[in-house]
C-alpha cells in the first residue's frame, strides 16, 4: 500500500511569489491533516479535512494560506504572496475512520524556503 | 491551550546505552500521548502511544510512562542501536473540547554512535 505522497520535496522561491504544495493521502483515507514545522520548533496544526469539507482550520495563520481538497482525494496547499516566515516544512497527514482512535499516516513533508 | 514541553532538545548515546526523553504537558484534559520518530528525508512516523488510563506501556526495546498528577511522559530507549538515531516527538491531544488535534513537542535529535 501507497504512503502518503507529497509534491514537490523542495521549493524554494522568492518574497513576494506563489506556492502550491500537493499532499495525495492513503488511498481511502477521508481524514488529511496539514501540518507545518518551522524550524527548531514544535510541528503546528494547520487544518483538517473530512472528505472535501473543511473540518477544523484553526491552525491556518492567515488569509494567505489557501487549502483545497475537490473531490475529496488529493489535496493542495496554495502560499500566496509568501513572506520570509512562511519557511518551513510542510508535512501532509492522513488517517482513516474516527480522528479520536486512527493513528495519523505522514508524508515526508515538503521543505519550504522563502528569500 | 495544551502546551507541549520537550526535554534534551539533542540527546548522543553510545550503542547500547539507554535513552530517556521526557516531556511535559499543560493540559490536564489531555488523554493520548503519542511518539513519533522521524528519520532523515521521511516523515514522522508513529513508534508508540499511551492513553490516560494506563501508566506504562512497552513494545520491544521502547517503552513509555506516564505520570499524570505530574502531568509528563517519557519515553524510554533500552540497547540502542544507530538506526534509532532520529528525531523524536512527543504529542498530547485530547484537551479542552476534547480536541483529537496533536500538540507537538519541539523533538529531539537523538544520536546513537556505533
Known amino acids: 500500500e501507497a504512503g502518503v505522497t507529497q509534491f514537490p520535496s523542495h521549493s524554494v522561491i522568492e518574497k513576494g511569489q506563489t506556492v502550491t504544495l500537493r499532499c495525495d493521502p492513503i488511498?481511502?483515507?477521508?481524514?488529511l491533516y496539514w501540518y507545518r514545522r518551522v524550524m527548531g520548533k514544535e510541528i503546528k496544526f494547520l487544518l483538517h479535512?473530512?472528505?472535501?469539507?473543511?473540518?477544523?482550520e484553526s491552525g491556518m495563520p492567515n488569509n494567505r494560506f489557501l487549502a483545497e481538497r475537490t473531490g475529496g482525494t488529493y489535496s493542495t496547499l496554495k502560499v500566496q504572496p509568501a513572506e520570509l516566515e512562511d519557511s518551513g516544512v510542510y508535512f501532509c497527514?492522513?488517517?482513516?475512520?474516527?480522528?479520536?482512535?486512527?493513528?495519523?499516516?505522514f508524508g515526508p513533508g515538503t521543505r519550504l524556503t522563502v528569500l | 491551550g495544551e502546551n507541549v514541553e520537550q526535554h534534551p532538545s539533542t540527546l548522543s548515546v553510545q550503542e547500547g546505552d539507554s535513552a530517556v526523553i521526557k516531556c511535559t504537558y499543560s493540559?490536564?484534559?489531555?488523554?493520548?500521548f503519542p511518539w513519533y520518530k522521524q528519520e532523515l528525508g521521511k516523515g514522522p512516523q508513529l513508534i508508540i502511544d499511551?492513553?490516560?488510563?494506563?501508566g506504562e506501556k512497552k513494545d520491544q526495546r521502547i517503552a513509555v510512562t506516564l505520570n499524570k498528577t505530574a502531568k509528563h511522559f517519557s519515553l524510554h530507549i533500552t540497547e540502542t542501536q544507530p538506526e534509532d538515531s532520529a528525531v523524536y516527538f512527543c504529542?498530547?491531544?485530547?484537551?479542552?473540547?476534547?480536541?483529537?488535534?496533536?500538540?507537538f513537542g519541539r523533538g529531539t535529535s537523538l544520536i546513537v554512535h556505533p
Open positions: 497527514a492522513s488517517s482513516a475512520g474516527t480522528p479520536t482512535t486512527d493513528t495519523q499516516y
Open positions: 488511498s481511502g483515507h477521508d481524514n
Open positions: 479535512f473530512v472528505k472535501e469539507s473543511k473540518q477544523d
Open positions: 493540559d490536564s484534559a489531555s488523554n493520548y
Open positions: 499511551i492513553r490516560s488510563n494506563v
Open positions: 504529542a498530547a491531544s485530547g484537551a479542552s473540547g476534547g480536541s483529537y488535534i496533536p500538540t
